[in-house]
């Protein structure tokens, strides 16, 4: 009897697959997957096909040394790379104004007055309104004392205060006025200006500065004036306190950052402004036809993005960086928390950014020099074989329920590839930037986390609000007890569950957020990327044409992208799901199932 | 600076010199155990905005200041605004039958509307604690006294009453100094000692409103 093994090395894993070979007859034994070592391509891979081999040996109860022969991928010679910018910024001038969420402002409502400060309140008169603004040199007790002593004599209507001590004082006060409190830079704000605050009752937002007409009412502005603030009512709304002080240039302003334009080397040769949006730059790129290289414009944003991708490539590839060339772009809108220049209480604004996935084609990797190392080491025949696009194809083929002409889906990590088989055997496939990565990189720029790895968790796993120390929240809602009480490290958290332990998300963002933005994170790319891939390589570049669509790769494994291809593809009554490789290996396996597969159409000469 | 056992005990000899002497040259200090009896016992709150806070035995009496000299009534008063600001309700016990600031934080937290409670021993180390949890778990632990300050009081208080309130918690950034236990290890346990005098085990706690 022969053992055959195929192997699959990937971006981020090797995977393996053993069948034994009787009377002209594969039998499939058992699989394997692991850790690629080293980048796809080089020698260093080696280390990880044996680790991989080793193990689905010790499963069957062989060693390494009884396989006969080793079938190793031609690998897709692709890297892909993402990068973001922000192309817009805010600008407060003259402090005119101040919006944010303080986690615990005091007394709903709004107010009307001349800014003075605590200690200037004794020169003040009793007939003007004021709004008291108090640093934090000022204890609880004393600006509340200092208040009550004038109740009568001065008419106070808010307050400002620097510390997060809103709630203290206004228990402390005999007139309750609204309070809003952790104003870091409270001594910026100019003195005997007027003024208008207002804090939003529990559960909503401003409602009246978050209107140019309530700004108006409430400052006594006329047309012209109302016109001005328009910017300042946009960005406080959904704020939970909110100051706008009337000064005479005092202004918010979106100001678009000279982020530059996209030079697409092509069949026809286009150029884009990045300003212009994710899909006014999708659809040039569709208009270019075969793309030669991507450049953008020197000395701007863009420009200095897509050097740094290059430059990384080149790194990664060992190649010149003049050489490296982007074939292949998806570029995202997206939203990107940043602190408002000007800003007085740290105030953060949502951003316009853009986020890019490249990919860059290299020339043929070295897969031979991985052969012999192999072969040396294992004293067995090795032979690369096959495109990978066309063993994933056959692989799939294994999975129940489907037929030719197929296409599949490969959803990887650096890029997303379409390969469609048609009855006849002939392959048409396509790779695409944008991929799990991309996703992973919107988490983290839209919800403003520290690290990588904490959005990479967040893409993978399901959500639950620890809400006592025996049950969760799930995030469809379900409730779950524990059989015993949970680490109190979780108590109140939002946590990832892995289905082995719960990891705990550090930042404050409400679980209903997390969830909102990593489900749009993956429609905007895979959805995107998977309907461009299929027009690609379909027949007559129609959909219709595809009767199946078989989902393979690390993606495919997600809890949730499969099944929005399948409802965006069921429009195009396109049978379409996640891949079962020889039923039992769900979507991953495929090209290693394809590599042994194809041993039978194979003239076995050489390896007689 | 090496530590051996013959420095402690130097230190230690040192120490209790000083105490001994500023107890008006009496050689063997027996500080007369306070009596608590007939004061209100502490009732169990039903009020689920209320974060208990449970003081030491010797809480106010004995103890005046924390290991690093903080006034126990500024301490106290910081934890209560703290708990106030997020929109709770503090509410002070005296721990009696134990001096154990995991066994006094639970204490507390059983006696607390919201479940959850402050433990806070009279040399300043301090514990959030949770009704259902075991008793030397907890929520979050501050063991380095002497590295406390007003502000960090006032944030233990902000978070106790935010575990309260179900809400996210960001544990207070851990400090934490290797020379701590070497400067103050002889300071902490005399504290200790002279806290753990005044358990008295049949008046299991009483109501505090001394500030």
């Known amino acids: 009897m022969n053992y055959i093994a195929g192997v699959d090395i990937g971006n981020s894993t090797t995977e393996v697959c053993i069948a034994a070979l009787e009377n002209g007859r594969l039998h499939f034994l058992g699989s394997a997957s692991k850790m690629t070592t080293g980048t796809k391509g080089t020698q260093a891979n080696v280390a990880g096909i044996l680790a991989a081999l080793k193990e689905a040996c010790e499963k069957l109860n062989m060693s390494a040394g009884d396989i006969s022969l080793i079938r190793i991928n031609e690998a897709a010679p692709v890297i892909g790379d993402t990068a973001m910018e922000t192309i817009t910024e805010t600008i407060i001038t003259e402090s005119s104004m101040i919006g944010h969420n303080p986690s615990t402002p005091a007394g709903a409502g709004q107010a009307v007055g001349r800014t003075i400060s605590l200690g200037h309140l004794k020169q003040g008169n009793s007939y003007t309104p004021y709004i008291v603004m108090a640093d934090k040199s000022h204890s609880y007790e004393e600006v509340a004392d200092t208040l009550n002593r004038y109740a009568q004599a001065r008419n106070v209507t808010g307050m400002i205060l620097q510390a997060d001590e809103a709630v203290l004082v206004e228990n402390r006060l005999e007139r309750k006025i609204p309070i809003v409190d952790e104003v870091r830079y409270i001594d910026k704000i100019p003195e005997g200006k007027l003024a208008a605050l207002e804090v939003a009752m529990a559960g909503s937002g401003v409602r009246m500065l978050s209107n140019p007409y309530g700004i108006a009412t409430l400052l006594e502005l006329d047309a012209q004036e109302t016109k001005m603030v328009t910017p300042i009512a946009k960005s406080l709304i959904g704020k939970r306190s909110a100051v706008v002080i009337k000064t005479p240039h005092g202004n918010v302003r979106e100001q678009i950052l000279p982020a530059g334009e996209i030079y697409i080397e092509a069949e026809k040769d286009q150029t884009v402004n990045i300003d212009a949006g994710a899909d006014a730059i999708m659809r040039a790129l569709s208009k270019a036809g075969d793309i030669r290289d991507i450049h953008g414009q020197e000395q701007t944003n863009v420009g200095n993005m897509l050097a740094r991708i290059k430059k990384g490539m080149s790194t990664v590839s060992d190649e010149n960086q003049e050489e490296i060339r982007i074939t292949d772009l998806l570029a995202v809108d997206t939203l990107a928390p940043v602190v408002i220049s000007g800003a007085l209480a740290g105030e953060t604004c949502l951003e316009k950014a853009v986020g890019i996935a490249a990919m860059v084609k290299t020339r043929q990797l070295p897969m031979e020099k991985i052969a012999d190392e192999l072969r040396s080491q294992l004293k067995t025949k090795v032979k690369v074989a096959g495109v990978e696009a066309v063993m994933a194809s056959l692989g799939a083929m294994t999975t129940p329920g489907t037929r030719l002409p197929l296409a599949i889906l490969d959803l990887g990590g650096g890029s997303t590839d379409a390969a469609v088989m048609t009855s006849k055997g002939t392959v048409r496939m396509v790779h695409q930037a944008g991929a799990g990565e991309l996703v992973t990189m919107l988490i983290q720029i839209e919800l403003g986390l520290h690290s990588r790895n904490t959005a990479e968790q967040i893409k993978r796993y399901p959500l639950a609000k620890v809400e006592s120390l025996f049950h969760m929240r799930l995030e469809n809602g379900a409730i779950e007890f524990f059989p015993d009480a949970i680490e109190p490290k979780y108590f109140g958290s939002v946590v990832l569950l892995t289905g082995k332990d719960m990891i705990r998300i550090d930042e404050d963002i409400p679980m209903e957020k997390i969830v909102a933005v990593r489900r749009e994170a993956k429609r905007k790319v895979f959805v995107t990327n998977a309907v461009r891939a299929l027009q690609a390589v379909a027949p007559e570049q129609d959909l219709k044409n595809i009767p199946n669509v078989v989902l393979v790769g690390g993606s495919a494994e997600d809890f949730e992208i499969p099944e929005m291809l399948m409802e965006k593809f069921a429009e195009y009554r396109i049978v379409c799901g996640r891949g079962n490789i020889r039923r039992t290996e769900g979507p991953r396996n495929a090209v290693a199932t394809g590599l042994v597969l194809s041993y039978l159409g194979d003239s076995h000469v050489d390896d007689e | ?211």
């Not at chain 2, 063991?143 to 106790?160: D, F, H, V």
């Not at chain 2, 207070?172 to 806290?195: C, F, T, W």
């Open chain 2, 1 to 211: 600076m090496e530590i051996n056992e013959q420095l402690i005990k130097q230190i230690t000899e040192i120490v209790v010199k000083q105490i001994n002497g500023q107890e008006s040259g009496n050689p063997h200090p027996q500080n007369p155990k306070t009596s608590y009896e007939g004061y209100p016992q502490a009732h169990k709150g039903t009020d689920p905005k209320e974060v208990v806070i449970g003081v030491g035995p010797a809480f106010q009496r004995e103890i005046k200041h924390t290991i690093n000299g903080l006034d126990l009534k500024d301490v106290l008063k910081n934890i209560e605004a703290g708990i106030e600001e997020e929109g709770m309700v503090p509410r002070v016990v005296k721990i009696l039958k134990t001096s154990d600031v995991c066994f006094m934080g639970l204490e507390a937290a059983k006696l607390s509307g919201s479940g959850v409670g402050i433990g806070l021993q009279s040399k300043g180390t301090a514990v959030i604690h949770q009704k259902d949890l075991y008793p030397l778990s907890n929520l979050e632990l501050f063991p380095q006294a002497p590295l406390m300050t007003l502000e960090s009081y006032r944030k233990i208080g902000a978070n106790a009453a935010k575990y309260g309130k179900g809400e996210k918690v960001t544990p207070m950034e851990g400090r934490n100094d290797p020379m701590v236990r070497a400067s103050y290890q002889v300071k902490a346990a005399l504290m200790h000692i002279k806290e753990t005098e005044q358990v008295d085990k049949n008046i299991p706690y009483i109501e505090w409103a001394e500030v």
